[in-house]
């Protein structure tokens, strides 16, 4: 098999692995904000308590060149860190803190609480 064969099934059952960021019986469902524009913006609103989600999607679908605007209000301290964009958020007690960027790299990029110590959700950019 070829490597760009190997690397796209590989990267097909990473996407379609079905991880889950949900926490006891809460339900997240997966949703998707992609649009057909590919300047488009894409916006999402993320609730954390007491470090897990507890509203929004799981995960964020988007095309290769939209902007992103994440939004996200968590009832502790804690840093939020985009992995493969490499940005990171600082959230405070009960005051949404905003990321935004452009959507440059296609793939799967989890992104995480520092002092939690968990990913509690992704961003699938598709080309």
Not at 17 to 44: L, Q
Not at 77 to 94: M, Q
Request: net charge negative; proline share 5%; aromatic share 8%.
């Amino acid at each position: 098999m070829r490597p760009i064969k190997i690397f796209t099934v590989a990267l097909l059952l990473l996407l379609n692995a079905g991880n889950s960021w949900a926490h006891g019986d809460e339900d997240h469902s997966e949703s998707s904000i992609s649009t057909e524009n590919a300047e488009a913006t894409n916006n999402a609103e993320i609730i954390i308590t007491d470090g897990w989600v507890t509203s929004g999607p799981e995960a964020i679908k988007v095309k290769r060149g939209d902007t992103v605007r994440m939004v996200f209000t968590s009832n502790k301290v804690d840093e939020l860190h985009l992995h493969g964009y490499d940005i990171a958020v600082d959230l405070k007690p009960n005051v949404p803190a905003v990321l935004e960027f452009k959507a440059e790299y296609p793939g799967r990029f989890g992104y995480e609480l520092h002092k939690a110590h968990r990913e509690i959700g992704a961003i699938e950019v598709y080309p």
